[in-house]
C-alpha cells in the first residue's frame, strides 16, 4: 500500500552563510525527529493500554521507577549544560571586554576559560561557577579603574574612546554574537538530546526495543483550525499489490497533551472501501474543534489505522488543534 498526505505544505528551508543558522537547521532537524519518535511511541502505549496488554497501573509504576532509577544522571546532565551556559557567557563577555579595552591599555594576559562542567561535583559548582564569575568581575573593575586613571590624566581622550569603540564593535561585533548564538544552541541541543534520550528509555522500558519496522517514521496529519470550526484533511491510499485490497480506515479517540483527557471525535469517509490493483481513491478525516471539547492552544493526540492494502497496517498520526477564536 502506498500513502500520499494531502496536501502536502513541505517548506525546504535554505541554508545559510553563517555557521550558526546552519547548527539552528540541524538542531530544529533533530528536534522534529525526536518528536516524531516519541509521538510514535506515544501513540503504541496508548493502543496497548486500550488493548488491555497493559494496565495503567503498571505504566504509572514503570514510571515511577525509571524516574528514580534516572535521577542522578538527569540532574548531572542538566548541571552540565547549566554550566556550561553560564560560564560560557561570562567567558565569552570577559574576552570581547579585555579584546577592547586592549585598544587603550596595556595588555595583560588572557582571560582564563571557566572549568570545564563535566569536571565538576554536582554538590558545589554553584560555588565554583560563582568564584569564576567573581574572578572575572574584579579583573573588569580593575581594568576599567586604570582606564579612568588614565582619562583623568588626560593620557586617553574621549574621542579617542569613541573612535576605539566604534572600530570594535564594527570589527567584532559579528563574531560575539555569533560565539553567543552558537553558545545557546549547545545548549539547546544538550537539553533536546537528555529529554529525548530520556523519554526514548521510558518507552523501551514500558514497550521493549523498538524494531525496526515499527522504527519507519510515522505520517502526520494536522487538524488545525479556529476554535468552532470543523477542520478537514485529505490522503491517497494507493493499492500497489497485485491483488485486490479491502482497505479498512479505524480512528482512535484524541488525548490532550497537557490534561490527559480523552476526546471522542472525528470521523474518516470513507472508512472502508475495496481497491483493484493499482487503483488509488482519496480519503478524508474530519473532526469538529468544537471549545466544549478541544481547549484552545493545545495539542491533542490521535491515530488512524490503515489495513487491508499490504502485509502490516499503516499507522497515520494526528493531531488537532483548535486556536482560539478572535
Given at each position: 500500500m502506498r500513502l500520499r498526505l494531502l496536501p502536502l505544505n513541505t517548506v525546504a528551508a535554505q541554508p545559510q552563510a553563517q555557521d550558526w543558522t546552519r547548527r539552528f537547521l540541524e538542531l530544529a532537524a533533530e528536534a522534529g525527529r525526536g518528536y516524531d519518535?516519541?509521538?510514535?511511541?506515544?501513540?503504541?502505549?496508548?493502543?496497548?493500554?486500550?488493548?488491555?496488554?497493559?494496565?495503567?497501573?503498571?505504566?504509572?509504576?514503570?514510571?515511577r521507577a525509571y524516574l528514580q532509577e534516572q535521577s542522578a544522571t538527569s540532574t548531572r546532565e542538566l548541571v552540565e549544560a547549566s554550566v556550561g551556559l553560564l560560564a560560557g557567557l561570562v567567558y565569552i563577555e570577559g574576552r570581547h571586554r579585555e579584546a577592547m579595552l586592549?585598544?587603550?591599555?596595556?595588555?595583560?594576559?588572557?582571560?582564563?576559560?571557566?572549568?570545564?562542567?563535566?569536571t565538576l561535583d554536582v554538590a558545589n559548582w554553584f560555588e565554583v561557577l560563582s568564584k569564576y564569575a567573581a574572578e572575572q568581575s574584579a579583573r573588569a573593575v580593575a581594568r576599567h579603574q586604570k582606564l579612568m586613571e588614565r582619562i583623568a590624566a588626560g593620557e586617553i581622550t574621549v574621542d579617542r574612546i569613541n573612535e576605539q569603540s566604534k572600530r570594535y564593535l564594527a570589527e567584532s561585533a559579528p563574531h560575539f554574537v555569533g560565539e553567543v548564538v552558537e553558545l545557546g544552541m549547545k545548549?539547546?541541543?544538550?537539553?533536546?538530546?537528555?529529554?529525548?534520550?530520556?523519554?526514548?528509555?521510558?518507552?523501551?522500558?514500558i514497550l521493549g526495543?523498538?524494531?525496526?519496522?515499527?522504527?519507519?517514521?510515522?505520517?502526520?496529519?494536522?487538524?488545525?483550525?479556529?476554535?468552532?470550526?470543523?477542520?478537514?484533511?485529505?490522503?491517497?491510499?494507493?493499492?500497489?499489490?497485485?491483488?485486490?485490497?479491502?482497505v479498512v480506515c479505524s480512528m482512535s479517540d484524541f488525548v490532550s497533551r497537557s490534561t490527559g483527557e480523552v476526546v471522542a471525535a472525528g470521523e474518516v469517509v470513507p472508512s472502508r472501501f475495496e481497491l483493484a490493483p493499482g487503483e488509488a481513491r482519496d480519503v478524508a478525516v474530519h473532526v469538529e474543534l468544537d471549545a466544549a471539547r478541544f481547549a484552545p492552544a493545545t495539542d491533542y493526540f490521535g491515530m488512524l489505522r490503515i489495513a487491508g492494502a499490504g502485509e502490516?497496517?499503516?499507522?497515520?498520526?494526528?493531531?488537532?488543534?483548535?486556536?482560539a477564536a478572535e
Open positions: 519518535r516519541v509521538l510514535r511511541r506515544y501513540n503504541e502505549l496508548l493502543t496497548r493500554v486500550a488493548d488491555g496488554d497493559l494496565s495503567p497501573e503498571d505504566v504509572q509504576g514503570q514510571f586592549d585598544g587603550l591599555l596595556p595588555h595583560e594576559g588572557i582571560v582564563p576559560p571557566p572549568p570545564a562542567p563535566s545548549f539547546a541541543g544538550q537539553m533536546q538530546r537528555s529529554s529525548a534520550t530520556l523519554a526514548e528509555g521510558l518507552y523501551d522500558r526495543t523498538e524494531s525496526n519496522a515499527r522504527a519507519e517514521v510515522a505520517p502526520i496529519l494536522d487538524l488545525r483550525g479556529s476554535s468552532g470550526d470543523g477542520v478537514t484533511a485529505g490522503f491517497v491510499v494507493e493499492n500497489t499489490r497485485l491483488v485486490p485490497a479491502d502490516r497496517e499503516t499507522i497515520v498520526q494526528l493531531i488537532a488543534h483548535a486556536e
